[in-house]
């Protein structure tokens, strides 16, 4: 049995946090089966030498703006560093394995599609998993779990992370009208794509991190049987 389930969301709404707590729950639970470990993996995967290109990216030097380089070529920066990851670091652990991933080929498809218009976003989508899953050859998502957070509330705790200091925004940070932009992709990938949503405010607020965990876990269970 090999599964890939992917956490994704917009920066700062807890993929992090949710994808350590799913590995956590899904390696208790196969433990007590006697199955092989779960591993997780996130990405960008910035200890690697394969993240360049994004760290080049994110921090500005082919421009400001995320618009200053298209599409296709920030997707192919962010493509090469999952198959490098891949390659070297969890095929064999896939193959007969879990993998939780933190972002995936599916952060290209609400980060790119922000920066096209919208009658291009299926035409770019089919060409993503078109170049990652088949050419690229990577493996596609068993399940994507999104997590949906408010843009107000996101937008404040992107604020308290940096503790005022928006100079240390990377230039996707940076941009508010790419990032509302890039929640709009969002919703349309989950929709056309069947993301798992899981929707972490409540009344202006985060919901509880075990609160969400519990969800995440009811929805994945199904799947690792
Ligand atoms: N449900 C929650 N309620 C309140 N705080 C939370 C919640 N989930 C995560 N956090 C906190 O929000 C911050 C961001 O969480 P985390 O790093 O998991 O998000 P991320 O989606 O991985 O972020 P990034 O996009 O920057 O990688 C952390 O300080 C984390 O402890
Ligand atoms: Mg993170």
Redesign the pocket.
Known sequence: MHKLIVIE??????????AALLADAVRASRKEKGQRPVRQVSFPDYKSDSSALVKMYLAGEFGEKPGDVNAYAASAFYAVDRYASYKKDWQGDYEDGVIIA?RYTTSNAIHQCSKLDESQWDEYLNWLFHFEYELLGIPAPSMVIY?RVDPEVSQR?LAS?YRGDMSREDIHEKDRAYLQRCQKAAGYCAERLGWRVIE?CKDGQ????DE?QREISAIASPLLG
């Open positions: 969301g917009l920066d700062g709404s807890g993929k992090a946090t949710q933190d997590l705790l992370r972490c985060m919901r509880g991190i969400i």
